[in-house]
């Protein structure tokens, strides 16, 4: 009787006990429920905004990954769990600075916002920029850290791009301010002999003063037509700029030899040439033939020896053709003031020039012309140099058999 009383408190305990199991579990499975749903819920949370979120361990190793990550990236969460972060995504440069803000991290110090670019899986760089929140376990110290990011690459490029188009208008407009000084000085410098030997001969035909002989009026006449040649190069070069910039210019092929060309801009220039002071020597005997424009090889001979007057006053200067296997090839040498080698690139600039326009007249656009003449027959120009010692400038003018009925192509100002 006593065991059956023993046995009956025994099993009501047992039932007792399971039934306070069961409350447990079934309390258990609550709270594991509602942490799966906070987990669920955080993770859509994380995975929803377009904020680029990542939780690292005390090591640096990646925790959590939101979907922003994934997409910026290429790499899925599965792919960069437990991976040392700054070595999936980091240049080498940006590894070292991450890692001493990494360390201030770990010793709880504030971080401020900074930032790094992100190498996706394509290659691909972005930039982001970061913030963090700390995470620490119960005795205090770091135990997560979560980043939180914004890809700011198109902004940092608009401002790229807006400061880049500031500086540029601001060159614009010095350039054009310079242009405007030089301009008016140089289409003023003609008209004041102009003005001076006409009215003479005016005064002379009016009886106002003696009567002027032959020879003497024959003088002025040459005075006034260097002045009115002079001009008439100065508005064709600004006529250039303006149908070239417009991508007015066609180009009209037919046969030409650079040689005769070259003989004929020579014969031309002899005038200038005597009262410069400078022997010419042309080196341009055999026939070097080809197909372009020869208007334009005429202007880039004429602006080329017209350079070498202006700068190699008193001395030689040399003008050779020479026929290459696929190209024609000038060479323009003079013994004049030269062009220090920071200079040499920008000499090919419009309106840029590498001395004082105070000192040597002109608009700075010779060169530029000659330089998008050549871009348009696809060739080449280029300087060899130094102060004092001259210049010689080189061109290499491409063999390009385009028929008379074939399209012209046009200028395209660089």
């Known amino acids: 009787m006593l065991a059956a009383l023993e046995f009956r408190a025994w099993y009501a305990r047992a039932q007792a006990a399971r039934a306070e199991a069961d409350r447990a579990l079934l309390r258990l499975r609550q709270v594991e429920e509602a942490l799966r749903h906070e987990r669920d819920f955080s993770a859509a949370v994380l995975n929803t905004v377009a904020a680029l979120i990542v939780v690292l361990d005390w090591e640096g ?20 769990r437990g991976h040392v972060f700054w070595d999936l995504y980091l240049t080498t440069e940006q590894k070292a600075s991450l890692l001493a803000t990494f360390a201030k991290s770990k010793r709880g110090e504030p971080l401020p916002y900074h930032e790094n670019d992100w190498i996706a899986k394509d290659g691909r760089k972005r930039r982001v920029v970061w913030s963090h929140a700390f995470l620490y376990d119960e005795d205090g110290e770091v135990e997560f850290i979560i980043g939180t990011g914004i890809d700011v690459t198109e902004t940092r490029e608009a401002e790229a791009d807006r400061t880049r188009l500031y500086h540029e208008a601001l ?52 005075v006034v037509a260097r002045q009115v040649e002079r001009l008439k190069r100065l508005v064709d070069d600004l006529l ?15 046969q030409v030899d650079v040689a005769a ?14 009262r410069a002071g400078c022997e010419l020597r042309v080196k341009a005997g055999q026939p070097v033939a080809g197909w372009w424009d020869r208007t334009r090889v005429d202007q880039i001979l004429s602006n080329l020896l017209s350079n070498a007057i202006k700068y190699g006053a008193g001395k030689p200067i040399d003008l050779v053709v020479e026929e290459g296997a696929d190209a024609a090839r000038i060479l323009v040498r003079d013994q004049g003031i030269g062009i220090a080698p920071e200079q040499q690139a920008r000499i090919f600039g419009r309106f840029e020039r590498a001395v004082s326009e105070r000192h040597y007249g002109g608009f700075g656009l010779g060169l530029w012309i000659v330089k998008q003449i050549l871009d348009a027959f ?25 028929a008379p009925g074939e399209e012209r192509p046009e200028f395209q100002v660089q």
């Open 61 to 80: 190793r990646v925790v959590r990954f939101n979907r922003a990550c994934e997409k910026l990236t290429g790499l899925c969460f599965d792919e960069v």
């Open 171 to 222: 060159d614009a407009v010095r350039l054009r301010d310079e242009f405007l000084s030089i301009a008016s000085h140089e289409l003023s410098t003609p008209l004041t002999p102009l003005e001076l030997q006409v009215g003479s001969v005016q005064r002379a035909l009016r009886g106002d003063a003696a009567p002027l002989p032959p020879e003497r009026l024959l003088d002025k006449m040459d």
């Open 240 to 254: 250039d700029v303006s149908r070239i910039t417009a991508g007015k210019v066609q180009l009209r092929h037919e």
């Open 261 to 274: 060309a070259a003989r004929d801009t020579a014969l031309r220039f002899r005038e200038q040439l005597t």
């Open 378 to 402: 696809g060739g080449t120009i280029r300087v060899e140099s130094a102060p004092d010692r001259g210049s010689t400038f080189t061109v290499e003018l491409p063999r390009r058999a385009h």
